[in-house]
């Protein structure tokens, strides 16, 4: 292995390590040479004198096989960064973090990698028979330099805390306007309720941190549970409200951490039974471990330990991690005005990565992506194995941030043409075909079926017995929505309500049936919102349909949990939505609803019935993406200019770079300019 000196601190020795897989070490995902079990090598003339051994440790974390490394610094040696060039490249990144007995001290340096990613050249070379994708290798190897960040060491052994540039009322809420914002918006000062004030401290006290900076929030933070399963880890999916909040409320430094933090675990090597999926896989969660330092009872280390699905229940991977990860990089960029973060180059490799699991050709006739189930929010069997409209929305999104950050060369050119037609495709994908209102619904109810031809209508075979009879007299003449899933003679027409807010953020939907899916919300408050907002799916899966698609799950019984519970972190989320559309005085009515009741039942996960009038019966309280999502919908409503940030406009250019070829077939021609009429003529 290619391995980096640890930067270091007089006096310290840094011991934050990562767990790692010890076949695979290579933070752009490509595994390096096989390495000796001893892990010992010698150095260079350059490191000699600034490093006075290097070793690596192995021990058994669970079944897998963990590597982890440690290096002692001259104390005399000031920070710098080299590579031993006769190793291969290592994904091992250090910190400083050593706890001892009646005294503590803080973290003074972690390495990013790559930093200045136009001091590096790339070549590409192709995977046989990919003509979109590249595999990337950094020339030279890897130039790693200290990033200082949080705190510093000073010379008589104190901690000094780095307090600059974020000011802070007795609520911990930054009321001031933040100084290194690129934004020219006016001064703003709010009043923060008590409400408020007692959201932010229960986010704050969520808080990890990892090698003493702040890395992401747990999921859950009950004093009261004595059992919190992996609740106590940060996942992907649940973070994003939080750093939402954080980054609305000027705190740039935390999200920062936790995107290069999970970008450094993206490249192990992930197995289960034996099997590995594709590079570029983000964990769904991850744990910051404190261990032991060599054995010993006196200094210990922390450790990130992440869960890419084989702990999970089911064995899931876990696919929206990717996707949620790349929004949020674009959010980090368009609300701090910090864009060097995008692009350096460890960075630019990690969306790449991950676009090129998603774009990987593979037998499916249709744009979107084909998953199992539990996959994304809904974690758990219920039946959106295929092609569920979450996975599609959140795709979308997450093609059209990329198509914003990815740096177009000639190492990229490809895989940009590659994201841009499948924007094209999928949007028109979904719009033609996941999208039902009363004249779609009657439409599919007078479908001929076993049609074999081009000009086939009902290209799915969909038979009209699987409208269901709830749907009829249910749907109101003005409104629709996208349904839940698409597949070959399988239409799912619950309403899943996070697909469908997606949809309508990310423009995937048209104006028109953006406008349609907030109407449809509003006609059916009762059904979506009632007691507490939002309804997660629409309707429930009773009697039959719950124990042959949920398996009789115990914890997803009707009106409960993903099977109809009433979710508050999907307030955030639809706030967006109605801010996008105009009517954020729909949104207000929700936060309103919730306001009188969150504080007062402790922030939980999930509401149970039909209404949302019961905490769910296995929800954890002080569920922190609850209180995140409360706080986001505040401060979006507060300044609604800031939501501009986080949604699209419609990209007529990219509707017109149709590469369907419908045209050449005789088949009738693609409706994807249609938008562009209709919006105009509103």
């Not at 001091?119 to 020339?139: A, D, G, K, L, M």
Request: hydrophobic share 35%; charged share 25%; glycine share 8%.
């Amino acid at each position: 292995m290619k391995s980096g000196t640890c930067i270091g601190i007089p006096t310290m020795k840094p011991s934050c390590r990562i767990l790692i897989s010890y076949k695979s070490s290579s933070i752009f995902g490509f595994s390096p040479p096989k390495m000796n079990r001893s892990g010992i090598h010698n150095l260079s003339k350059s490191l000699s004198k600034a490093v006075d051994r290097r070793r690596f440790h192995f021990y058994k974390h669970g079944k897998s096989q963990i590597v982890s490394y440690k290096c002692v610094v001259d104390p005399n040696r000031r920070a710098s960064s080299m590579y031993d060039s006769s190793l291969g490249q290592s994904r091992v990144f250090t910190g400083s973090f050593r706890v001892e007995k009646g005294r503590s001290r803080g973290v003074l340096v972690i390495p990013k990698v790559a930093s200045d990613f136009r001091n590096h050249s790339t070549s590409v070379e192709p995977h046989v028979n990919e003509q979109n994708f590249e595999r990337i290798y950094i020339q030279g190897g890897l130039n790693v330099k200290p990033l200082v960040i949080g705190r510093i060491e000073t010379g008589n052994g104190l901690v000094k805390e780095d307090n600059a540039g974020i000011d802070v009322n007795e609520s911990g809420v930054n009321t001031d306007n933040v100084n290194d914002l690129n934004l020219t918006e006016p001064k703003i000062e709010r009043e923060v309720s008590e409400i408020e004030k007692e959201a932010w401290n229960i986010l704050r006290g969520a808080v990890v941190n990892y090698c003493g900076n702040p890395v992401g929030t747990v999921a859950a933070n009950d004093p009261a549970d004595k059992q919190p399963l992996n609740y106590d880890q940060i996942f992907i999916r649940d973070f994003v409200p939080s750093a939402l909040a954080f980054l609305l409320n000027g705190e740039g430094e935390i999200v920062k951490n936790f995107l290069l933090h999970t970008l450094q675990l993206q490249s192990w090597e992930k197995t289960v039974d034996c099997y590995s999926p594709g590079q570029g896989l983000m964990p769904a969660s991850f744990k910051v471990r404190t261990v032991p330092l060599d054995g010993s009872t006196e200094a210990f280390e922390e450790v990130l330990d992440p869960d890419f699905g084989e702990s999970a229940i089911g064995r899931v991977a876990p696919v929206d991690s990717g996707l949620w990860w790349i929004i949020l990089l674009r959010a980090y960029g368009k609300i701090t005005g910090d864009y060097t973060l995008q692009e350096r180059v460890d960075v630019q490799t990690g969306i790449r990565l991950i676009l090129n699991l998603c774009l990987t050709d593979g037998f499916d006739m249709f744009p979107s992506l084909l998953v199992t189930d539990g996959s994304c929010m809904i974690d758990r069997r219920m039946g959106i194995h295929g092609h569920p409209l979450e996975i599609q929305a959140l795709f979308y999104s997450a093609l059209r941030c990329s198509h914003e950050m990815l740096i177009v060369n000639d190492a990229t050119k490809n895989l940009v043409a590659a994201v841009n037609n499948r924007l094209s495709a999928l949007s028109f994908h979904i719009r033609e075909y996941y999208w039902v209102d009363i004249k779609k619904i009657n439409e599919i109810y007078r479908y001929k079926t076993e049609e074999y031809s081009t000009d086939a209508i009902n290209k799915f075979n969909i038979y009209p017995d699987q409208i269901p009879s709830w749907l009829v007299d249910w749907i109101p003449d003005e409104g629709g929505y996208f349904i839940g899933n698409l597949q070959p003679a399988h239409m799912d027409f619950r309403f899943f309500t996070l697909g469908n807010l997606w949809a309508i953020v990310s423009s995937l939907g048209t104006s028109k049936q953006n406008e349609d899916v907030l109407n449809l919300i509003e006609a059916k408050w009762d059904d979506f919102v009632a007691n507490m907002p939002l309804k997660i799916i629409y309707p429930a899966l009773e009697s039959d349909e719950w124990r042959i698609i949920t398996g009789s799950d115990p914890k997803n019984t009707p009106w409960s949990y993903h099977n109809g519970g009433s979710w508050p972190t999907l307030l955030w989320q639809f706030t967006l939505a109605c801010i996008k559309m105009g009517k954020p005085e729909l949104a207000q009515r929700a936060v309103t609803l919730a306001e009188e009741r969150l504080s007062v039942d402790q922030w939980p996960e999930y509401y149970d019935t039909r209404s949302g009038r019961l905490i769910g019966k296995q929800s954890r309280l002080f569920q922190t993406w609850t209180v995140a999502g409360f706080l986001t919908s505040k401060m979006l409503l507060q300044n609604p200019q800031r939501a501009s940030l986080l949604f699209w406009e419609e990209d007529y250019e990219l509707l017109e770079t149709c590469v369907c070829g419908l045209s050449k077939t005789g088949r009738r021609k693609c409706s994807r300019l249609a938008p562009r009429s209709e919006s105009r003529g509103q």
